[in-house]
């Protein structure tokens, strides 16, 4: 199921808006210490964890690109402790998920992409999620219970779960017929999607063939 790429594009994109305005986002939810601490020990405050869950983030994702699993596992579960209402947890959570399937250890990736789902902010890390849950499952001959998963909101994601969708019902039940109409509502929905995106989706039609003509019913003979 090659539809990584787009969606690792769309995550980076969030990623970049996460770095740009996630010290923002935690000043907002600490705003509550205000009447306990003072307002300026308050701003001194959220200053300090905003540029910490920043800090972490960066290190975690370092160092799961340096291949150091079990230190980048320790690493998110440290944030998603410290900050689990931000933004940064959700992003963890996937990262963990990630490491935890290349160590083969598909439960923790499940585990850490359920959490995610139910509590990641903001929508687009549990639409992300539900994407890599889904396909998790289609390995796992789950097919019902994946494409459920992959009901409801979409976001932004619409043309990537469709296409998803349409990958479970061909590889994982064996149904071109609807395969090949998620595809085309993947198509439909993917105009401002990257080149890549669009050459792929065609690419899976292309293999699908040409859908069989339904033989149209006879006339009655007359008698």
Known sequence: MNTYESEQ??????????????RAVIAGLLIGAVAIIGW?????????QAENASLQYEQL????????QEKAIEQGERLIEEFPGSGYAGLASLV???VAFQQDDVEKAKTYLRWAID??????????????????????????????????D???????????????LLLGQDNPADARAAYER????????????????????????NPEAIPEPEEPKEE
């Open 96 to 98: 963990i998920a990630k």
């Open 186 to 209: 993947s198509t439909a929905m993917s105009i401002l999607s990257s080149g890549q995106s669009r050459s792929r989706l065609q690419t899976k039609l292309n293999d699908l063939g």
């Open 119 to 152: 509590q990641g902010e903001p929508v687009a890390i549990k639409q992300i999620a539900r994407i890599r849950l889904a396909r998790l499952l289609a390995d796992e001959k789950k097919g019902e219970e994946a494409i459920t998963l992959l009901n409801g």
């Open 61 to 68: 994702v370092a160092t799961a690109k340096r291949n150091q």
């Open 40 to 48: 300026t020990s308050w701003r001194v405050y959220t200053a300090q």
């Open 154 to 168: 979409t976001g932004e994601f619409t043309s990537l779960y469709e296409e998803v969708r349409g990958d479970i």
């Open 9 to 22: 594009e769309q995550l980076e994109a969030l990623q970049k808006w996460w770095k740009e305005n996630g």
